[in-house]
C-alpha cells in the first residue's frame, strides 16, 4: 500500500525502529526490495536520486514505483533522493510520489532554507511529505567526491543541533537528514560516528525523525546504536548494489566453457541477491537480528 513519508517515519517512531530506504536501479532492484519487505511484513522505502536519472529516466521508473508500491502487502512509501532542483522535485510529485527530499546541502544556510520552505510548500498541494538536508555528508549521493570514502574528509559538515532546530521550525519538514560521521558511497576506513549529534537535534527539534545517509557499510552495532539515538529512516543502496553484483558475477562463473551466457539469467541472479541483501539489512534496523 502507497502511504506518505510522515506516514511511514510515524511507524517507526512508535516501534523505535528505523525504516530502511533503498533506491530503484530498475525494475529487478524495486522487485528485490518489495520481496524482502514482504517477506519480513516491514514496511519500506524506495527511492530515486536524482543523479540516477543517467541509468533509467524518473519518468519511466517513477510510474512503475508508484504501481508496485500500491499493489504491495506493506507500507510502503515512494520518495525521491537528493533532489537538486525544484522542477525535478515537481516532476516527482507529479508522477505520484509521497515523499520527496531536497538537498540543498552544499548551498548556504539561508539558500537551503529559502528553497526547501518553497519545497514543503510544493509537497503540501500533493499531500506529500518532505526530507531535507542539513550538514553534509563529503561526498555526494552518487559516491563521487575528492576523497576517498571513509577517509578524512573536510568537506563533512557536522549538523549544528541548534541550527537545527531553527532550520525545522522555520521549513516545516518531515524529516532530518543529518551529518554525523556517515559516508557515501564504499567505506575504506571504519567510519566514526557521533551519536550525540543524532540525540541533540531529536531534543531541539521535538523528536523530528532523524535519517541517515551513507549507511551501507556500517556495522551492526552502529546501526543499532544509531536507533537508539533516533535515527528512523536509513539510506542503503550501495552494499545492496554490490550484493546484485556480486550475485551475477557467481552466475557467470558457475557456467562451464562453452555454456551460453543469458541475460535473463544474470539479473534473476542479481535481483535474489539483492533481494537477501536487502533483508538482512532490514533485519537490523527493525532490530530483529
Request: net charge negative; hydrophobic share 40%; charged share 25%.
Amino acid at each position: 500500500m502507497l502511504v506518505t513519508l510522515k506516514e511511514i517515519l510515524e511507524i517507526a517512531e512508535e516501534k523505535k525502529i528505523a525504516i530502511g530506504a533503498f533506491n530503484a536501479s530498475g525494475l529487478e532492484a524495486i522487485e528485490a526490495e518489495l520481496k524482502a519487505a514482504e517477506e519480513l511484513n516491514l514496511p519500506i522505502i524506495i527511492q530515486f536520486a536524482q543523479c540516477h536519472e543517467p541509468w533509467i529516466p524518473l519518468s519511466t521508473i517513477g510510474p512503475i514505483i508508484i504501481d508496485m508500491a500500491k499493489k504491495a502487502s506493506v507500507p510502503v512509501c515512494a520518495h525521491l533522493d537528493h533532489g537538486e532542483t525544484l522542477e525535478y522535485l515537481e516532476q516527482a510529485l507529479n508522477i505520484g510520489f509521497t515523499g520527496i527530499m531536497y538537498d540543498g546541502s552544499t548551498l548556504s544556510y539561508e539558500e537551503n532554507m529559502k528553497n526547501t520552505k518553497k519545497a514543503v510548500e510544493m509537497a503540501r498541494k500533493f499531500g506529500a511529505s518532505v526530507e531535507a538536508e542539513l550538514g553534509s555528508m563529503g561526498k555526494r549521493e552518487s559516491g563521487l567526491g575528492d576523497s576517498g570514502a571513509g577517509a578524512e574528509d573536510d568537506t563533512k559538515i557536522y549538523t549544528d543541533p541548534e541550527q537545527a532546530a531553527a532550520f525545522v521550525n522555520d521549513t516545516g519538514i518531515d524529516a532530518l537528514a543529518c551529518s554525523f560521521g556517515t559516508t557515501h558511497g564504499i567505506y575504506l576506513s571504519k567510519p566514526r560516528l557521533d551519536f550525540d549529534v543524532v540525540k541533540n537535534v531529536r531534543a531541539k527539534c521535538n523528536n523530528i525523525p532523524v535519517v541517515m545517509h551513507g549507511g551501507s557499510g556500517v556495522s551492526k552495532e552502529d546501526y543499532i546504536k544509531a536507533v537508539e539515538a533516533g535515527v528512523r529512516k536509513i539510506n542503503y543502496f550501495t552494499y545492496m548494489d554490490k550484493a546484485g553484483g556480486q550475485g551475477a558475477l557467481e552466475y557467470i562463473n558457475s557456467l562451464k566453457d562453452g555454456e551460453p551466457v543469458f541475460f535473463s539469467s544474470i539479473f534473476m541472479s542479481a535481483r535474489e541477491a539483492m533481494s537477501e541483501n536487502v533483508k538482512g539489512a532490514m533485519k537490523v534496523f527493525a532490530r530483529m537480528d
